[in-house]
């Protein structure tokens, strides 16, 4: 990568923020640039302590703007915003004249997807989605098993309990209309290596949609699919409670799939791929958003156990 890429980055003082300047710092990127209305950054220091940080966006906006005035150009906006922003965020990175890169979700709702399309035609510039589990060994192992089989339908079960505290309901995660509830939250990713894996949703039904946990059944073109997801420390199995705080199983017809590790470098990896230009872009992203999105509005189905007709439809 040449040195001579320059980065800013919106969204610097949550925790993926760093895995975001790892990336950078690892391609030999510069970060320029960096907003957050909360000033508690001081790890910038490990990675680019010449960095111009800023607590209001209004600042933020302008620096960029000028140094592109002065020919000092920033390449990549990276985006590590609360979900809802990401969005605005990503629009501000395109009229800048730089490609975004951005956490998912990348966005709430389906319909934001082609007005992201529209400005990326307008400017010439591209929108790409850090989608981590495609590029993990493991994920790929399954989709070239599930590939090497393409008329065989899969029994997946897939479970992710992270625990959060009290402080989850009370920031802008415990808002749905700011996070997208839990499973689009922490799950968005898990549905998009499902779709990536197993090919085209065909049916989805929700089961359980509450604060803290989600769960469902869904029926891919080569997968039939059982889900649970959740935030709350009593979901742990007995086994690991008080060991760990995060349990993650999938099983493939019953073969628990094991990829608790391999995601060290994936940021970094996401980086390279869309610094070549083979990065994952809107049409990748989309499946998944309309599958988080038709969650948060399903009609609920009565029974958590039982595998429903279909109750609604991506």
Not at 21 to 38: E, F, R, T
Not at 144 to 157: F, L, R, T
Not at 179 to 184: D, H, L, M, P
């Amino acid at each position: 990568m040449s040195e001579n890429l320059k980065f800013a980055l919106v969204g610097a003082a949550g925790y993926i923020a760093p895995r975001h300047m790892k990336a950078i710092k690892d391609l030999s990127g510069d970060l320029v640039a960096a907003v957050d209305p909360n000033d508690s950054v001081g790890f910038i220091d490990s990675y680019f302590p010449g960095a111009r940080f800023f607590v209001e966006f209004e600042r933020f906006d302008r620096h960029v703007d000028k140094l592109w005035r002065r020919g000092e150009k920033i390449d990549y906006v990276s985006i590590c915003s609360p979900n809802y922003l990401h969005d605005a965020h990503v629009r501000f990175a395109l009229r800048a004249n730089a490609d975004a890169i951005c956490e998912k979700p990348l966005v709430l709702n389906p319909w934001n997807l082609d007005g992201l399309k529209e400005i990326e035609k307008s400017t010439g510039r591209r929108v790409y989605s850090i989608l981590q589990l495609r590029l993990h060994p493991a994920i790929l192992a399954i989709k070239e098993q599930v590939e090497s089989s393409p008329n065989k339908i899969h029994d997946v079960d897939l479970t992710y309990i992270t625990s959060r505290g009290g402080w989850y309901h009370v920031s802008w995660k415990g808002d749905v209309h700011k996070s997208g509830g839990v499973a689009t939250n922490i799950g968005v990713h898990f549905f998009d290596m499902l779709s990536f894996v197993f090919g085209k949703l065909k049916n989805s039904v929700v089961h359980l949609r509450e604060p803290s946990r989600a769960a469902g059944y869904l029926e891919f073109d080569t997968a039939r699919v059982r889900w649970y997801m959740s935030v709350d420390s009593s979901d742990l199995p007995e086994e690991v409670r008080g060991k760990q705080t995060t349990y993650r199983s999938i099983t493939v017809d019953g073969e628990e799939i094991e990829f608790s590790g391999g995601f060290t470098d994936l940021h970094t990896k996401s980086y390279e791929k869309i610094i070549a230009g083979a990065g994952f872009g809107i049409e990748e992203v989309r499946p998944s958003i309309e599958l988080v999105s038709s969650i948060r509005s399903c009609e609920l189905s009565p029974s958590l156990g039982e595998r429903h007709p279909l109750v609604c439809r991506d």
